[in-house]
């Protein structure tokens, strides 16, 4: 049996139309002869919506709104086309399945066609995203598997302003307060509007992915550019950053272009010439113009490049070429290979001075040191006659001789001072070996025809040899040096690792290595936003600069900050460390800006989220007191209506007791929005316990309430307003969570015990409940804001208690723990540290008195 059809149609929010498109396109099959049922729908109050439900047949028969899919149901019906809503509902269907995707799969298997809606903020993949957009992470979850294995996804696309259109006709929650709390919430033009854009791009990835599938499957080689797609070679040299701005010019007037740089690294020996630095700006230019960079490795560059391009569908190759140069590079090299491999690839060279080619950071080529070499030139000039004087006094005859041993001299040479001495050693030992070996002897003429030519092939291999012999030289030099870096670069990066290294320590190691007077971080306009001026940041060294002293060695790090060298002379090696060192710190520097960067994300997530939160909560709690503080005035007022004393006081209660309850509600929000907002700044004093207690417990049941403190408490170190609010929030809490019970506050002192903080004497007071009490796993989502336990009413409170307890205490240096209570129950500890100053005679509470105990 054929497996069914899948088609799902998507949408970015509820009320975009998914349900009433799946309805309309059951209808359309319907009077095309189709056999359509519809196994589970959501018609949510919608007028339309059940309109079209209405021809349609469901299955099983009068199951009607908001009921399950019965899987059994439909395979026993086995029709064409089933419509199911909702496709990453978690509603069971008695098959063992845990989501209705897995319910759609059986049905699929069963060869019947499924149509299905799905939002996008249920996609497994986009949680997080769709968590930083609305602050929700409780919408119901499908794996992206589940959805990309459907055989067609339909977007239902509807503007933001028509979707909060909807949602005040109550077209999408028929509850107005519900209504009310999405308009606030995730029904803002902000959040809507990244919904909308998110879906899109989802689904253009898709088409992405089905039209790479596609053209691999028919081998299609050449390019769909189905938007304008560009790719820039970089080498690494400063060129690089031209070509992307040209390109980003190109760009300009194409809706929906993209920019990627693409750097192909290779082992050859020019590339060599690409700074690593310089490759860090231009992906830095690129990022922040919105592209994509890529750094690939390959032996070929224009395979490579061309492979890229072709892989990205890109439309355009843009490459630089020098002037001077062009063409021998149009005769061969990169570009050439570019241009008669692109196929139906627009290349576009852009044209650079010969000089810019070789400016910026390319390495010159490594020398041995000028000691060397004039050591080498001093053995080239003496060391052919040294060996031929030795040679004298040994018996030999074969010419042979002399010029292996002259060979010998020539590599000896060569690796002390270079290829320039070991040639000079080269023509100095054929000369004498032709004046001291080669008949006739002590002239520089030769006689046979021979002899010539043995000493023109000696001396072509000894010019070879003290080339080979050179280049290893030079090879081994040079990787020495790169050991030494990367040596450097590995203890910066291990330091960075393990002992989490700051910029002033960057300085202090750079400072040291070069045993320079001192080191110093520049960063333009850094106190004077606006201005050209060099403003010293951080620095190393003795005598602090107010000025960069021009005499400086300088490093550009970017195009805002500046690494100097103080006192110290740099050699070309040495500079291409300095550059290394350069590189590590602008890394450090980024690496700090993202974290504060998500750092302030994180608040401002955390904030958004917060008042998404309090909205919700609110939108009763604070319309409940409201309305009885208005109906017991009006009815006061109401000159046509009588009422007993007894019923006056009574409706006064009722307006008293709302007053209080918004009272409470307001204060625990400010405080909740000090805490988070990390202003809070508590006044230490020394408190005693018997004194705040006493004050915490006005207005509370206390007939339930028993006090067993010690005889002389000592006192703690507290702000008495805070602490006063902590203990009403935490006496309530368990007074209403543990009705049938009494409530004991019991205190006790571990000078010599447990209760310490951070190795001090502190004193503990346990407030102690026998309710039901909370499960270990939920102990510490008990304390974050907005936690209300699952049995509680909608009136009881909006969940912030605890969490204000829990931030005032440990913003006067202490600790709130929750223990279970032996029988069953829940108990609160604070633990403060023993004051060490001397109580004050009085102590008069400072702040609100009651708090909202609502957080379990």
């Excluded at 231009?282 to 395979?303: C, I, N, P, S």
């Amino acid at each position: 049996m054929a497996r069914g059809n899948l088609r799902i149609f998507l949408g970015a929010a509820p009320g975009a139309g998914k349900t009433f498109a799946m309805l309309e396109e059951g209808r359309r099959l319907q009077l095309q002869g189709t056999d359509v049922v519809v196994g589970a729908v959501s018609v949510r109050g919608r007028a339309e919506t059940a309109v079209l439900l209405a021809d349609l047949e469901l299955c099983p028969a009068g199951s009607g709104d908001e009921a399950g899919l019965d899987v059994a149901a439909v395979l026993e019906r086995s029709p064409e086309v089933v419509l199911v809503d909702d496709y990453a509902s978690s509603r069971c269907s008695g098959t063992g399945n845990t989501a209705r995707w897995q319910d759609v799969a059986v049905l699929l298997e069963a060869g019947i066609d499924v149509i299905s809606t799905l939002d996008i903020r249920c996609l497994e993949s986009l949680s997080d995203v769709i968590e930083s957009i609305t602050g929700d992470s409780e919408a119901e979850k499908v794996p992206d598997a589940a959805v990309r294995g459907a055989d067609q996804i339909e977007l239902v696309d509807a503007s933001p302003e028509l979707l909060r259109q909807r949602l005040g006709e109550g077209k999408i929650y028929p509850r107005q307060q519900d209504a009310d709390a999405a308009l606030a919430g995730d029904f803002r033009i902000g959040p809507l509007t990244a919904l909308r854009e998110l879906a899109l791009l989802w689904l253009a990835e898709r088409i992405d992915a089905g039209l790479s599938g596609y053209r691999a499957g028919n081998n299609k080689r050449d390019g769909w550019p189905t938007r304008e797609r560009i790719v820039v070679g970089l080498s690494g040299l400063p060129e690089g950053r031209t070509l992307i701005r040209r390109a980003l010019r190109m760009l300009s007037n194409a809706a929906g272009g993209e920019l990627h740089a693409v750097h192909v690294r290779t082992s050859a020996a020019g590339s060599e010439l690409s700074s690593g630095k310089e490759l860090e700006l231009q992906r830095k230019l690129t990022v922040d113009a919105g592209g994509v960079f890529h750094a690939v490795g390959g032996e070929d560059v224009a395979a490579t490049l061309l492979e890229v391009a072709q892989n990205l569908h890109a439309s355009q190759i843009v490459l630089g070429s020098s002037r001077r140069r062009a063409r021998a590079r149009f005769r061969r090299g990169t570009t050439a290979a570019v241009l008669r491999n692109a196929g139906a690839l627009d290349v576009h060279l852009v044209t650079r001075e010969a000089s810019a080619e070789a400016a910026g950071t390319g390495r010159a080529p490594s020398r041995l040191g000028r000691r060397r070499e004039m050591t080498g030139f001093a053995l080239a000039a003496g060391l052919p006659l040294l060996l031929e004087l030795a040679l004298d006094l040994l018996p030999h005859r074969q010419l042979s001789t002399d010029m292996l041993v002259q060979l010998t001299g020539i590599v000896a040479v060569a690796l002390v001072g270079g290829l320039w001495p070991a040639v000079l050693a080269a023509v100095l030992a054929g000369l004498t070996v032709n004046y001291f070996s080669v008949r006739p002897i002590g002239s520089l003429s030769v006689i046979d025809p021979e002899n010539v030519l043995a000493l023109l092939i000696f001396l072509l291999v000894a010019v070879s040899v003290s080339l080979v012999v050179d280049r290893s030289a030079r090879r081994s030099k040079e990787a020495r040096r790169a050991g030494a870096e990367a040596s450097i670069l590995g203890e910066l990066s291990r330091r960075a690792v393990a002992e989490g290294s700051s910029v002033p320590a960057v300085l202090e190691q750079v400072r040291e290595h070069f045993q320079a007077a001192g080191a110093g971080l520049w960063v333009r306009g850094a106190t004077a936003p606006g201005t050209a001026r060099w403003q010293l940041a951080e620095y190393s060294g003795a005598s602090r600069p107010a000025e960069m002293p021009d005499e400086d060695i300088i490093e550009q790090l970017d195009e805002t900050r500046i690494l100097s060298l103080t006192g110290r002379e740099l050699g070309q090696d040495d500079r291409r460390l300095l550059s290394a060192f350069g590189s590590h710190l602008l890394a450090m520097l980024q690496r700090e800006e993202l974290t504060a960067s998500q750092r302030e994300n994180l608040r401002l997530a955390e904030g958004n989220k917060m008042r998404t939160s309090i909205l919700r909560a609110v939108s009763h709690d604070l319309r409940t007191p409201l309305a009885g503080i208005k109906l017991a005035s009006s009815s006061l007022r109401d000159r046509n209506v009588s009422f007993t004393p007894g019923e006056q006081q009574e409706l006064l209660a009722t307006i008293e007791s709302g007053a209080d309850r918004l009272d409470r509600l307001v204060s625990n929000l400010l405080d909740m929005s000090r805490i988070t907002a990390d202003s809070v700044a508590p006044l230490i004093a020394p408190v005693y316990w018997a004194d705040v207690i006493s004050e915490a417990l006005r207005g509370t049941a206390s007939e339930r309430v028993r006090v067993l403190l010690p005889d002389n408490m000592p006192p703690v170190d507290a702000d008495p307003g805070m602490l006063e609010r902590v203990i009403a929030n935490l006496v309530e809490n368990a007074l209403k969570y543990a009705p049938d019970s009494d409530v004991v506050i019991a205190g006790a002192v571990g000078g010599s015990g447990n209760a310490t903080i951070g190795g001090a004497p502190a004193s503990e007071l346990s407030v102690v409940d026998h309710g039901r009490g909370i499960p270990a796993e939920e102990v510490l989502a008990m304390f974050r804001p907005f936690q209300r336990a699952d049995d509680t009413t909608a009136g009881t409170g909006i969940g912030l208690g605890l969490a204000v307890a829990k931030g005032f205490t440990e913003a006067m240096g202490g600790m709130l723990l929750a223990d279970p209570t032996p029988g069953g129950g829940l108990t609160m500890v604070i633990r403060l540290p023993l004051s060490t100053g001397a109580a004050p005679p009085a102590i008069s509470p400072r702040g609100h008195h009651a708090g909202s105990a609502d957080s379990r």
